[in-house]
């Protein structure tokens, strides 16, 4: 199968006349030599672009539909995180052969998250090569008004969305060749679900942005990492109580606790939001985010530049919960 018939095939039926987005009806998609897009006025676009290389960031022979579904998520994570509305994508890929079972599998993973998001692919290009999968996303979020790592002071509150170290307790089952589909007892399923079917808090994302969060990042390395990222940006500290942090009971059946922690406070890959909030937000946050993702608050800012604590006074580092 040539380039051109490959593209036909199985790229435009993820595009502009197949999946509506915000903006569908006034720009071109797939097909000429660039994709136009018109932004509304008083919204800015927000770009984000995520490469995933075989054999660095997934297994070789990785089931082509989790991968799809899987590349096209962890891009639209970066959206929630700025509080922007999914617009749409493009996809560079490269393959080392034409292989159409794996392209539809590969196809099917991307349109079922495109469809969910209304984030139709709009471009791309594909070439020969060792597997590599780069997807850039579009987003649309008000002039000045996205969430950054920046924003936060001390006394507000930080909270978490979903659970915290499923993903890397599924890692394990990855390496070994288990899929969800393959795997028969539950507890692995549900932690190998959550690896190859990360959810973008997109809905939390706005809501955040909406109603006053300070500070956003998603979770793609690992809490204390990422958190600390929002600590350098807003030039604070923080206080954790690892008592608080949400694991799901199959994470904790499967590991016991203190190794489940360890994968909560350490363990990337969750692609769910840790976001600050001042107290007078944290008093209205709801349990349950319009998508139905939990909310749960585990600490709070303070003026030590860098340094994350715990309620005891103790330093909280990455290497003081590497058991893994
Ligand atoms: P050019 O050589 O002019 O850059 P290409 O021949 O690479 O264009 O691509 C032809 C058309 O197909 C373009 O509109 C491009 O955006 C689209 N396209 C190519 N590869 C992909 C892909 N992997 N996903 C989506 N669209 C693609
Ligand atoms: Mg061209």
Redesign the pocket.
């Known amino acids: 199968m040539g380039?051109f018939e490959l593209?036909n095939k199985y790229?435009t039926r993820l595009g502009v006349s197949k999946i509506k987005g915000p903006c569908s009806t006034d720009w071109v998609g797939?097909?000429?030599?660039c994709?136009f897009i018109s932004i509304p006025q008083g919204t800015q676009l927000a770009q984000s672009v995520d490469t995933m290389v075989e054999g660095v960031h997934f297994p070789t022979n990785s089931d082509p539909f989790g991968l799809g579904y899987r590349a096209l998520a962890c891009a639209l994570s970066d959206l929630a995180a700025v509080g922007a509305t999914p617009h749409s994508f493009?996809?560079?890929?490269t393959l080392p052969e034409a292989d159409e079972q794996w392209l539809d599998g590969f196809t099917g993973g991307l349109r079922q998250l495109a469809v969910k998001h209304c984030c139709p692919?709009v471009?791309?290009?594909?070439t020969k090569g060792p597997l590599t999968i780069s997807v850039q996303v579009q987003g649309l979020v008000p002039s000045g008004d996205c969430l950054l790592r920046s924003g936060a002071s001390p006394g507000d509150l930080i909270c978490v969305t979903g659970t915290l170290g499923d993903a890397a307790g599924a890692i394990p089952l990855v390496l070994a060749g288990e899929t969800a589909a393959s795997c028969r007892d539950s507890r692995s399923k549900f932690l190998l679900h959550r690896y190859w079917y990360p959810s973008p808090r997109i809905e939390a994302g706005e809501w955040l942005r909406i109603n006053g969060a300070t500070s956003a990042v998603d979770v793609s390395d690992g809490l204390l990492g990422d958190l600390q990222h929002i600590l350098t940006a807003s030039r604070v500290g923080a206080i954790i109580d690892p008592n608080l942090l949400p694991r799901s009971a199959s994470l904790i059946q499967q590991y016991g606790n203190e190794k489940s922690l360890s994968y909560a406070m350490t363990g990337g890959d969750d692609y769910e939001l840790c976001f600050t909030v001042p107290e007078a937000v944290a008093n209205k946050l709801p349990q349950f985010m319009p998508d139905g993702c939990r909310i749960t608050c585990i600490g709070q800012i303070t003026p030590e530049q860098g340094i994350i604590r715990n309620p005891d006074g103790n330093e909280l580092d990455v290497n003081s919960y590497q058991h893994f």
């Open positions: 380039e593209i790229f797939i097909g000429d030599d994709a493009t996809l560079a890929l692919l471009g791309g290009d594909t």
